[in-house]
Structures are given as C-alpha cells and as structure tokens.
C-alpha cells in the first residue's frame, strides 16, 4: 500500500474536530430548512437509442503498461466460462452477478436495497456488505460517503448499521426494481419516496422488526436489517413481491483483452479525512476494499475494511467510477442525476488487475444501467459482485504510478 503525503498540522487539528463532529451528526440536520418541492429528473421512461457515435472524449489520459507488470492469472479448466446478459438470464443465473444459485427460488422476489452507514466511523466495520450483489456508494456532503447495497442472490440476517435515504435512493431502488429498507430521512426526501416508490420504501418502526429492527438503543448505528425477513414482511403488509425485470448488466468470465490499461489499485479521495481503496489480489481475482482509520492520525492511515458478519476483508469483483451531475440544494441534501442519463456519461472499470474505459447510460426510470464502449458495444463484468461509486462530473482520475490510480472526488 502507497503512503500518502503528510497533512499540514492545521488540517490535522481540523481532521480531529470533524471526527468529534461527525459522532454527533443527525439525519434531522436539514430538516430545519423551510420545505420546497425538489424535483427529480423530469424524463420520460421510454429508453432511447445508444447514440450511433459518442462525441463526448473519454480518455484524457495515456498511462502505459509497465514491462514489469504482473501478469494476469490464466484462467484454467476450474473456471466456469460464461457469458450472459443483456436479457434472457437463465432461471438460476442472478442478473445482478452473472453467478448461478444453489436455489432459483431465491430469485422469485424482489431484490431489497438497504441504506448503509460510513459515517461517523462509529459504525464500522458494517455487517453484510460483502454479501451484497451490488453496492452503490455516493458523496451526501460535509465530506461524507454512504452505501446503498442490493441483495438478491443472498438473504443475509444482519445488514447495518442502516442510516437515512436520499433522492438517489428513489431512482435507484425503481431503476432495479427493489424494496428499499433506510432508518430515516429528511421530510422532503421521505415524501418523495411515499409518493414515488409505492409502498415499497420501508422505514423503520416497531411493526417492521424483525425485517427492519432497532437494537434499542435508538443511535445512529442501532437499526439493522435481516434481509431473510423480507418476503414475509412483503406477503404481511402487501407488497408486490414477484420477480421483476431487471435485465441490462452482461458478464463474461474472459476478461477484455484490448483497450485496456493496468488496474492494480484505485485510491478514492473524498477529502483529507475521507479516503478508500481498492487494491487487486491475484491470488483471489478480487479487489480488497481498505478505509482510513477512526483515530486521527498524521498521515492517515488506511486500514482492511472487514464485514462484521463475516469477520473478513470486503471483496469485490469489480469496482466501476460512474461520472454523474450532482445538484446541491444544501450541504447535505443533493440529488444525483441517474434518470436523466440518456445519452452517456463516463464511466471507468476496474476487473481483474485492469482497468477499460465505457460509458453508463440509463436505459428507463425502471431499468437497470447499461454499460458500452466508444464502439456502442456492451462492456462485460466479471461474474460476480459489483461496486459502483457515483463520482461528481469535476471528479479526476490520474495514474501516479504504473497500474495505480487516484480519484479526487468533485461536484457538480
């Protein structure tokens, strides 16, 4: 791991207080501000066209592979070659990984999407977001991050500490068709959710447990999720708890072979305070997940990032940068533009120790994203579980070593 530049006494002093700050933050924060209507992306949800050519420049960058780099891992006759997507998924194929379950019943439900914590770093290390098929972390202001992971494949009985919902958690839980479970939210934001998401947003009380539960203790990091929990939960309150459509993601075990560059690491920089990586594990195939650490130190330390529930360090097998227009209405309060995407945005892939170019499109308000290249051609992921950060249009990415990358996040 890299080390990183020394941090200036007076930010040192500043990283110390916005810790303190952080343990005391509270999801009514901005709930004192007078309510006006936030509208969302005002699209309709007939998906268009991939556009026959993509004006918009996507490598502003030239690294070059290193001699020396370390080679990929052959693939041998113990790895399953497949290839499926963008449609037509076998029964027993989960949509969102690529991956068969030992149960095609599992899959006959909706997925749930949960919101997660980072902050204040109390909460970590989380439980089960290892076990998520999808996780999509966004910026929420004041130098904060936070999660919103999607099971479907597994039904983990712990998720959590589970935090408050923002405008990006309508788009995404309609987008991929699931039941959104969060312990709050901003007045503004929970109405939208009521009026958008029908019914199937899911905020904590004492009649959700055992599928949505506070501890007790009533804090910041007491409500947990049991995603087990869920279809009974749906069949007592009424929801619509069919399997639903959610083509649009490819994946193949053959992993791209040109247009692409050394990926071995991925540094995302929030602020001096707020940083993580991913680093590339040959012997796993996977990314491992690592975050700064809760005790302020000079400079920052980053540290494994482990699941709870399972003791171990987060894995992921790909980690995708999704460039996005965020709109702020306040400093905690934004709504990310994921509807309105029809034409196509950035978009950068990390699979397998490489790293490839594409674009994100939306391809309706109840569609997943699609995943091109400057060709109009699907980018494949690697089957299985997938990360995604949702990065400001102003965000950056350079190569400061061969097959190492940093992102400095920025908005709009």
């Known amino acids: 791991m890299k080390r990183h530049s020394p941090i200036r006494l ?13 343990n005391s933050v509270s999801d009514q924060t901005i709930e004192q501000i007078t309510p006006t209507d936030i509208p969302l992306p005002t699209v ?37 070659m497949v290839h499926y997507g963008p449609d037509r998924f076998p029964k027993d194929i989960n949509p969102f990984t690529g991956m068969r379950v030992d149960d095609p019943n599992v899959l006959d439900r909706r997925p749930v999407m949960v919101k997660v914590t980072n902050f204040p770093p109390s909460g970590r290390p989380q439980y089960g977001l290892s076990l998520a098929d999808l996780v999509f972390e966004h910026y929420i202001g004041e130098g904060m991050n936070r999660f919103s992971a999607i099971y479907f494949g597994n039904k983990p009985e712990k998720v959590g500490p589970v935090r408050s919902a923002r405008l990006a958690d309508i788009q995404l839980a309609s987008m991929y068709q699931t039941i959104f479970a969060f312990a709050s939210a901003d007045t503004r934001v929970r109405n939208d959710l009521i009026a958008r998401l029908d019914g199937l947003a899911i905020t904590v009380k004492d009649s959700t447990c055992p599928a949505l539960c506070d501890t007790g203790e009533h804090t910041v990091n007491s409500v947990f999720a049991n995603i087990s929990k869920f279809d009974e939960y749906a069949k007592l309150i009424g929801i619509n708890n069919y399997r639903q459509i959610v083509t649009g993601m490819v994946f193949d075990s053959t992993p791209p072979e040109n247009d692409s560059f050394a990926g071995e690491s991925v540094l995302i920089r929030y602020n001096d305070l707020n940083l993580s990586e991913w680093q590339y594990d040959p012997d796993q195939r996977k990314y491992l997940r690592w975050t700064e650490s809760d005790i302020p130190e000079n400079p920052v330390k980053l540290i494994p990032l482990l699941d709870k529930l399972t003791g171990k360090q987060l894995t992921f097998d790909n980690v995708v940068l999704l460039y996005a227009r965020y709109n702020e209405y306040n400093p905690t309060l934004h709504n990310i533009e994921l509807w309105a995407n029809r034409e196509a945005r950035r978009a950068v892939f990390f699979r397998e120790g490489k790293m490839t170019t594409g674009y994100w499109q939306s391809q309706a308000n109840d569609r997943p994203m699609v995943f091109f290249n400057d060709k109009n051609l699907p980018i494949a992921l690697k089957p299985g579980n997938t990360w995604f950060v949702i990065l400001g249009l102003a965000s950056t990415i350079d190569q400061t070593e061969p097959g190492q990358w940093k992102v400095q996040f920025a908005i709009p």
């Open 10 to 22: 007076a930010i040192f002093i500043v990283m110390i207080s916005f810790i303190t700050g952080c």
């Open 44 to 80: 309709t949800d007939t998906a268009t066209l991939i556009p026959t050519q993509v004006t918009q420049k996507i490598v502003t960058l030239t690294p070059q592979t290193p001699p020396t780099e370390t080679p990929i891992p052959t693939l041998t006759s113990t790895i399953e």
